[in-house]
């Protein structure tokens, strides 16, 4: 078996991977506060991690793998958002999930096997802040609960960051109930209009950090493989995650690995909400964007790397995936993948350099393992398949018309309407002027549908 490496942020450089147990290989990725549709940034890391999945299920076993990746519906962004629209929370959070998972669905991205949400851990939470008060980790100050940075010696270690550089670099919030500025909340007050639990602590909510914390424990134990997200999470996120999960359950290691993927950048900066300087997942695939374009165009830059989004990549990947595809249709043979593609990726997930490695298959024309190497990157999997091929609707335009011009004549559009209907619940996007028709597939395309309307 080939060795895998990992760049392990907690070391700073790459590490041979080895799991702890390869009948049960756990990772853990922090997921989506869930107020808004997903940028294309947030989508960076899902990427990133399904790739990964995927390489250990092939690697150690398809049921050898559990992956969590949760949601954040507890925040004080989601609380103003429902404020700012006049809706319920919950209907903004379920929402915004089912969005989030129809977006990266479409991106080819496995579902994890676990997706916890916030809400539904605020008892273990409470569980955890009694503990790590009575082991003095913890201490309450005017209702809230504070985690005291000083109790917990190896803080900033992930980061690699002394105490007063993250004073200075970051944006620590100074309250006048901190003993230690660094000093970060656990628990915090509710007023009446504000989702809030009962509590030792009277009515609140918990601080972000500790979801993931109670999560990975109930999930994947105290120690588990891989713990990741972007890299603007090192720090405070994961440096909080890491000294709560220590002190919590100090026989545990938490996790061995931590994987940091870099940002996706408009312009040099970071794709961010607060910057404006953002498109979702969602405006990129009505812009007729296919979802399997846009994994493409990650995969072709190192996740370690920074990258921009750009819509020349976008038309290469385009045509390139095109070209294959024309190629692939017919294939009876069904490969494995090749040493030579788990080799590439068993050193830090080198996509780039599989997808330099199909081009290679392409021109010798190997096709078949051209295939199998795309699938294991996510790519060219049978759920991508269709949008791909130019389909001729050339036949479905004329009927079109003709059934037109007969509704004007009589009058009665019951026909017209019950084939336009037809069409676009085949996934056929309609676009009709006073003398023209044209037909456009769209990724939803339903072939069987399709055929059974002519
Ligand atoms: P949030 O919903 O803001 O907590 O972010 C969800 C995930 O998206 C986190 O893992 C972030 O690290 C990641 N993320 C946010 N912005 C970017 C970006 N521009 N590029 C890559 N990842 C990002
Ligand atoms: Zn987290």
Known sequence: ?????????????????????????????????VYDRAHLG??????????????????????NVKYVRNFTDIDDKINQRAKDLGKEIKLITDETIAWY????????????NEMPRATNYVA???????????SGHAYEAEGHVLFSVASYKDYGALSGRSIEDMIAGARVEIAPYK????????????????????????RGRPGWHLECSAMSHDLLGDTFDIHGGGNDLIFP????????????????GFANFWLHNEMLQVDGKKMSKSLGNYFTVRD??????????????????????????TELKANQADSTLKRWYDMCSNLEEDLKPSAEAIEVLSDDLNTPAVIALLHKHFQ???????????????????????????????????????????????????????????????????????????????????????????
């Open 284 to 309: 990129l695939i009505e812009k007729g964007f296919p979802g399997e374009v846009i994994r493409f165009v990650f995969l072709s830059t190192h996740y370690r790397k920074p990258m921009d989004w």
């Open 42 to 63: 947030n989508a960076r890391n899902v990427i990133v991690f399904d790739v990964l999945y995927r390489f250990f299920r092939e690697i150690y076993g398809e049921h």
């Open 364 to 454: 010798s024309k190997n096709f078949a393992q051209l295939k199998a190497d795309a699938n294991l990157i996510g790519l060219m999997t049978p759920e991508f398949k269709d949008w791909a091929f130019d389909f001729d609707l050339s036949k479905y335009e004329e009927a079109l018309m003709e059934v037109r011009s007969e509704a004007m004549i009589t009058k009665n559009f019951d026909h017209l309407d019950d084939l336009k209907d037809k069409l676009s619940k085949a996934g056929v996007e309609i676009q009709m002027s006073t003398d023209t028709v044209k037909l456009v597939p769209t990724l939803k395309l339903d072939l069987a549908k399709l055929e059974s309307i002519l």
């Open 124 to 134: 273990e939470m409470i569980i955890m802040i009694e503990d790590l008060i009575k």
């Open 179 to 202: 003993a230690n500025p660094l000093d970060f909340v656990l628990w915090k007050p509710s007023s009446d209009d504000l989702p809030g639990w009962e509590s030792p602590w009277g």
């Open 1 to 33: 078996m080939s060795k895998i490496k990992l760049h392990n942020s907690k070391a700073r450089r790459k590490e041979l991977f080895e799991p702890i147990d390869p009948s049960n290989v756990r990772m853990y990725l922090c997921g989506p506060t």
């Open 101 to 112: 998972l129809e977006d990266m669905e479409l991106l080819g991205n496995l579902l994890p």
């Open 237 to 252: 996120h994961h440096e909080n995650e890491i000294a709560q999960s220590k002190c919590c359950f100090p026989s545990g």
